[in-house]
């Protein structure tokens, strides 16, 4: 996630101990293996970095924020270390992200990966649909984000396996007020907000990119959080809501490629 990533780097040799560069879930539980085939592990040098959706045979949608210079994608993973039989690992072709991403805003925070070769779908593989309407989650409404991140601001804990948890929709003017983000960085209409009114539930390292889905149908792209405050009250989640204007640009960038 946008914030994430700043103080994910400062992480790297403590990490790095344990295995691998990643992020993952608070307050989440284990899948079902196999049981997310849409997820994608977006894995650097030094492990995996973000996730991603499998939107067609040779795309992923993830944020723009994510680093993906030398790095490959992994579909049908559910280890967060061991290489499973089902796995297809691929090179990036090309990265795209939205022209107008502003880093500084988290504003667009939206990114096209195309993948060298396609997939072959199976039970372990397969993507998810892009949602046919722009419907904007009611506050309230329980959504679930999944991802390889760390279970723990800090000490940083990593899991062993793909985690996910379910978070419920907050206003934009509780997730924009003073004991909140303040407008730092604004809580716009293309952002959704979510946790729980006591934290412990939370997106973190390394979960940036993955599909954040409202009633089983994909709403959102996990982004940013407060640094170094994965899980706590005053700073849920936020996402890239999947509005009209980004459907339009997935649909007409990815066309019939």
């Known amino acids: 996630m946008g914030a994430f990533l700043t103080w994910y780097t400062f992480a790297v040799v403590i990490l790095v101990i ?13 899948v079902k293996p196999h049981s997310r085939p849409f997820m994608a592990q977006i894995k650097g040098p030094r492990g995996v970095s973000c996730g991603g959706a499998l939107i067609k045979e040779n795309w992923v949608l993830t944020a723009a ?38 880093p500084r805003t988290k504003e667009n925070d939206i990114m096209l990966l195309q993948l060298q070769g396609r997939a072959k779908f199976n039970k372990a593989v397969q993507p998810i649909p892009l949602p046919t309407s722009d419907d904007d989650p009611k506050p ?40 909140h983000y303040n407008g730092k960085p604004v809580i716009t ?43 706590k009250a005053d700073g849920p989640g936020v996402y890239t809501r999947l509005t009209k204007q980004y459907l339009e640009w997935i649909r007409k960038t990815i066309g019939g490629a």
């Not at 979510?194 to 990119?209: H, I, M, P, R, V």
């Open 18 to 30: 344990h295995g691998g560069l990643c992020a993952d879930i608070i307050g989440g539980k284990e």
């Open 65 to 102: 924020h994510c680093k993906v210079e030398k790095s490959k994608v992994i579909l049908g993973a559910h280890s967060l270390k061991k290489s499973e039989r089902v796995q297809q690992t691929f090179q990036i072709a090309k990265c795209i992200r939205y022209p107008c991403y502003n």
């Open 140 to 179: 309230g409404t329980v959504c679930s984000v999944a991802g390889w991140g760390t279970t723990t601001s800090y000490p940083y804990t990593l899991p062993t396996a793909l985690m996910e948890v379910n978070i419920t929709v907050i206003r934009r003017e509780i997730c924009n007020n003073k004991n």
């Open 189 to 231: 209409e293309n952002m959704i907000c979510a946790g729980a009114t006591n934290g412990k539930k939370d997106a973190c390292n390394g979960d940036s990119g993955g599909p954040l889905r409202c009633n089983n149908v994909m709403r959102g792209i996990t982004s940013f959080g407060k640094p170094k405050s994965c899980g």
